[in-house]
């Protein structure tokens, strides 16, 4: 059995309390006060304008007053100096893919000096709001939180059993039970409904209609029972990850379907439902019809259609005996997260796995990096995505991970950058947000070294400016530092967490 966890229990606030990170009084350069902050002679990237150098951009208040060459933007009398030169500057990153998960409570933080200054998170709960509100309070260091639903799922559910207060998820049985379901969760606050694998069609088009009626946008796993296409003409706003796509670009399609239909599901059977599904899948990806596909991505591409790849995802599930378990940032985790990763790599990921398993799941990777990239250059708008909460996966820190397999899949380091800015940007209705320019929000990375010349550049964080506040080098090493410091003393019995929605396949993501 392979699985994964979701946690979804912790003490709040231990973290943010001990590492001193809430905004101090009178914080300096636009945190909320009329002091200017100008970055001068930085080049400044974004995927609407590319690079252009000598830049000054001027920041006050958590917007940017102006941004252009030097020449015609002075910078104004008293204003905080960032030297700019030999660095570049790209808008603040976003993972659209995460799950709150607790064990540690340094999330927010991590993605923040990660550069990732917006998350979406995919499951509802309690943390990912207390952690929104903490933020939005000055308590702490975090990105902007989008915030979604309960997983929508068909009944029986592959979350039943696994997660027992139902907080996690929804199961519904019919058409009826499905638009009460939008209904609820809509009422609860919830920004966009999140669909799941067991849907039948009927209550899938009952959360379409629904969704659509109120206005909420409805997004997630295209169910076993739906194709592709419909989906998408239906409204369906993101598909995550690579998994059903497949079988609306595959010349077998309606074999395949009907193969889909008929692997039965128990109660929480994640594992045996994916296990069966694997070999359809990988027939699935084996019979690709170019041609079919180039009409199904332009079909997408039309209606507006995002996709999240999740690769990093599909990377750490496909080729496990790949997984680095003395990757050097794992150092910012504490004993509990890095004993269940590797006792999940030991225990769930790994017995099993024969020489002929392994050669097909590395040859599945390949495809998936091609899918990813005939998606992209069909015009389908791509944004990067982690699926946090899966073993071996990090806040922050896996989302340069996803730009770098984005760049392997075959796309240019502009058109990764825009999947990480301007086109979450674009899914969330922001005008003001992803790029560079005058009004913009002050969400912003200053790097050490060019992006464009090598997209492992994003790595090199030299300052993350967030709603705002400049979180210099120094700054940021010190907070860092904390981090690992933090990660290395023992948890008080008080703050353990509890895990409220225990295990699911690690290979079925959410």
């Given at each position: 059995?392979?699985?994964?966890?979701i946690?979804?229990?912790?003490?709040?606030?231990?973290?943010?309390?001990?590492?001193?990170?809430?905004?101090?009084?009178?914080?300096?350069?636009g945190s909320?006060?009329g002091?200017?902050?100008?970055i001068?002679?930085?080049?400044?990237?974004?995927?609407?304008?590319?690079?252009?150098?000598?830049?000054?951009v001027?920041?006050?208040?958590?917007?940017?007053?102006?941004?252009?060459?030097?020449?015609?933007?002075?910078?104004?009398?008293?204003?905080?100096?960032?030297?700019?030169?030999?660095?570049?500057?790209?808008?603040?990153?976003?993972?659209?893919?995460?799950?709150?998960?607790?064990?540690?409570?340094?999330?927010?933080?991590?993605?923040?000096?990660?550069?990732?200054?917006?998350?979406?998170?995919?499951?509802?709960?309690?943390?990912?709001?207390?952690?929104?509100?903490?933020?939005?309070?000055?308590?702490?260091?975090?990105?902007r939180?989008?915030?979604?639903?309960?997983?929508?799922?068909?009944?029986?559910?592959?979350?039943?059993?696994?997660?027992?207060?139902?907080?996690?998820?929804?199961?519904?049985?019919?058409?009826?039970?499905?638009?009460?379901?939008?209904?609820?969760?809509?009422?609860?606050?919830?920004?966009?409904?999140?669909?799941?694998?067991?849907?039948?069609?009927?209550?899938?088009?009952?959360?379409?209609?629904?969704?659509?009626?109120?206005g909420?946008?409805?997004?997630?796993?295209?169910?076993?029972?739906?194709?592709?296409?419909?989906?998408?003409?239906?409204?369906?706003?993101?598909?995550?990850?690579?998994?059903?796509?497949?079988?609306?670009?595959?010349?077998?399609?309606?074999?395949?379907?009907a193969?889909?239909?008929?692997?039965?599901?128990?109660?929480?059977?994640?594992?045996?439902?994916?296990?069966?599904?694997?070999?359809?899948?990988?027939?699935?990806?084996?019979?690709?019809?170019?041609?079919?596909?180039?009409?199904v991505?332009?079909?997408?591409?039309?209606?507006?259609?995002?996709?999240?790849?999740?690769?990093?995802?599909?990377?750490?599930?496909?080729?496990?005996?790949?997984?680095?378990?003395?990757?050097?940032?794992?150092?910012?985790?504490?004993?509990?997260?890095?004993?269940?990763?590797?006792?999940?790599?030991?225990?769930?990921?790994?017995?099993?796995?024969?020489?002929?398993?392994?050669?097909?799941?590395?040859?599945?990777?390949?495809?998936?990096?091609?899918?990813t990239?005939?998606?992209?250059?069909?015009?389908?708008?791509?944004?990067?995505?982690?699926?946090?909460?899966?073993?071996?996966?990090?806040?922050?820190?896996?989302?340069?991970?996803?730009?770098?397999?984005?760049?392997?899949?075959?796309?240019?380091?502009?058109?990764?950058?825009?999947?990480?800015?301007?086109?979450?940007?674009?899914?969330?209705?922001?005008?003001?947000?992803?790029?560079?320019?005058?009004?913009?929000?002050?969400?912003?990375?200053?790097?050490?070294?060019?992006?464009?010349?090598?997209?492992r550049?994003?790595?090199?964080?030299?300052?993350?400016?967030?709603?705002?506040?400049?979180?210099?080098?120094?700054?940021?090493?010190?907070?860092?530092?904390?981090?690992?410091a933090?990660?290395?003393?023992?948890?008080?019995?008080?703050?353990?967490?509890?895990?409220?929605?225990?295990?699911?396949?690690?290979?079925?993501?959410?």
């Open positions: 059995m392979r699985r994964r966890t946690l979804t229990g912790t003490a709040l606030g231990v973290a943010g309390a001990a590492l001193g990170l809430a905004r101090p009084a009178g914080a300096r350069a909320a006060g002091e200017v902050l100008a001068r002679g930085v080049t400044v990237i974004d995927a609407s304008g590319g690079a252009r150098r000598g830049q000054t001027l920041i006050r208040g958590g917007r940017i007053l102006d941004a252009g060459p030097a020449q015609r933007v002075p910078v104004p009398h008293g204003a905080r100096i960032v030297d700019g030169a030999g660095k570049h500057l790209i808008p603040g990153l976003a993972d659209m893919h995460t799950h709150a998960v607790g064990i540690d409570d340094t999330d927010p933080e991590l993605y923040v000096l990660n550069g990732v200054t917006t998350t979406r998170q995919m499951s509802g709960g309690a943390l990912a709001r207390q952690w929104r509100q903490q933020v939005a309070d000055g308590a702490r260091l975090g990105p939180w989008s915030i979604g639903s309960r997983i929508v799922d068909g009944s029986p559910s592959l979350w039943d059993d696994l997660d027992g207060d139902g907080s996690v998820h929804l199961a519904v049985e019919n058409p009826a039970q499905a638009r009460e379901a939008v209904r609820q969760e809509h009422a609860a606050g919830a920004e966009f409904i999140k669909t799941y694998t067991r849907l039948t069609r009927a209550s899938f088009l009952a959360v379409a209609d629904e969704s659509n009626r109120l909420l946008p409805f997004l997630g796993h295209v169910p076993d029972f739906v194709q592709l296409t419909e989906a998408s003409d239906r409204g369906m706003r993101t598909v995550e990850h690579l998994f059903e796509i497949w079988y609306d670009t595959s010349a077998d399609e309606d074999r395949l379907r193969a889909v239909a008929a692997v039965p599901i128990g109660r929480g059977e994640y594992n045996g439902w994916f296990n069966r599904m694997h070999p359809i899948e990988y027939a699935a990806a084996r019979s690709h019809d170019r041609r079919k596909a180039e009409k991505f332009g079909r997408l591409a039309r209606n507006g259609t995002f996709c999240t790849p999740t690769l990093a995802l599909h990377e750490t599930n496909d080729k496990p005996e790949q997984i680095d378990r003395h990757d050097p940032r794992y150092r910012y985790f504490s004993a509990d997260v890095i004993g269940y990763w590797d006792w999940a790599l030991e225990n769930q990921y790994l017995p099993g796995r024969t020489p002929n398993q392994i050669s097909r799941s590395k040859e599945l990777f390949r495809r998936r990096l091609a899918l990239a005939d998606l992209a250059a069909a015009g389908v708008p791509l944004m990067t995505g982690t699926d946090l909460g899966t073993t071996y996966l990090m806040p922050g820190f896996s989302l340069h991970d996803e730009l770098a397999l984005l760049v392997r899949a075959g796309l240019e380091p502009i058109q990764a950058l825009a999947a990480a800015t301007v086109n979450p940007a674009r899914y969330l209705g922001r005008r003001d947000s992803g790029v560079v320019a005058r009004g913009a929000v002050a969400d912003l990375v200053l790097l050490d070294a060019d992006p464009l010349h090598d997209i550049n994003t790595t090199r964080v030299n300052s993350v400016v967030v709603q705002g506040r400049l979180i210099g080098p120094a700054e940021r090493a010190r907070l860092l530092a904390d981090i690992e933090l990660a290395g003393r023992p948890k008080p019995a008080a703050a353990a967490p509890v895990a409220t929605a225990p295990v699911a396949s690690r290979g079925c993501p959410c």
